[in-house]
Antibody
Framework: QVQLVESGGGVVQPGRSLRLSCTAS????????IHWVRQAPGKGLEWLAV????????EYADSVKGRFTLSRDNVKNTVFLQMNSLRGDDTAVYFC?????????????WGQGTLVTVSS | EIVLTQSPGTLSLSPGEGATLSCRAS???????LVWYQQKPGQTPRLLIY???TRATGIPDRFSGSGSGTDFTLNISRLEPEDFAVYYC?????????FGQGTKVEV
């Protein structure tokens, strides 16, 4: 079955960096784009970014563009989210997800999330 | 970025009643590429509707989606106790996806 596991969260000071990982199993990883979504405590879902199946295309929400960078290793079945210049409003649970809404394939698979707390 | 505005913010209803949730986009959503999710506390989101109106696998027929262009609606015909949750719309018609801010359906 499709499984996504995030890691790398923790407490970090404002202005510092953190790298999150999303390791996948149960499907052909190199065939799928991977998304990142976050949810601040008690708040709604915020789509952050997506990396294409081959890593050649990436899109970012305005809120993180220029600070966050996606990459992937299709040998290790892992996507990385490099987060720089972190701010207090980046505090959230970060989810990676495989989201497919095509007519011939529909699937919404989420990891359990990793908590990032930005605080001095 | 396409901004999705959901209304109302909170809907207070009783089991058995119907619910109508709105999602309005700041610009046209290409090909009606809009989904609806349900999220309960401590859980990851559950896909309900894709393509604005197609129910995902296993979703009861009391959930229905409609709309096009910039105005979309999620209807729940008869609320079951397990339907009290937060609902989000999300558009995937542009290269940068976005979520609405959510509508909480509460007892």
């Amino acid at each position: 079955q499709v499984q996504l596991v995030e890691s790398g969260g923790g407490v970090v000071q404002p202005g510092r960096s953190l790298r999150l990982s999303c390791t996948a199993s149960g499907f052909t990883f190199s065939n799928y784009a991977i998304h990142w979504v976050r949810q601040a405590p008690g708040k709604g879902l915020e789509w952050l970014a997506v990396i294409s199946y081959d890593g050649n295309n990436k899109e970012y929400a305005d809120s993180v563009k220029g600070r966050f960078t996606l990459s992937r290793d299709n040998v290790k079945n892992t996507v990385f989210l490099q987060m720089n210049s972190l701010r207090g409003d980046d505090t959230a649970v970060y989810f990676c997800a495989r989201l497919v809404y095509n007519w011939d394939e529909v699937g919404s698979h989420w990891g359990q999330g990793t908590l990032v707390t930005v605080s001095s | 970025e396409i901004v999705l505005t959901q209304s109302p913010g909170t809907l207070s209803l009783s089991p058995g009643e119907g619910a109508t949730l709105s999602c309005r986009a700041s610009q046209n959503v290409r090909s009606n590429y809009l989904v609806w999710y349900q999220q309960k506390p401590g859980q990851t989101p559950r896909l309900l509707i894709y393509g604005a109106s197609t129910r995902a696998t296993g979703i009861p027929d009391r959930f229905s989606g409609s709309g096009s262009g910039t105005d979309f609606t999620l209807n729940i015909s008869r609320l079951e106790p397990e339907d009290f949750a937060v609902y989000y719309c999300q558009q995937y018609g542009s290269s940068v996806w976005t979520f609405g801010q959510g509508t909480k359906v509460e007892v």
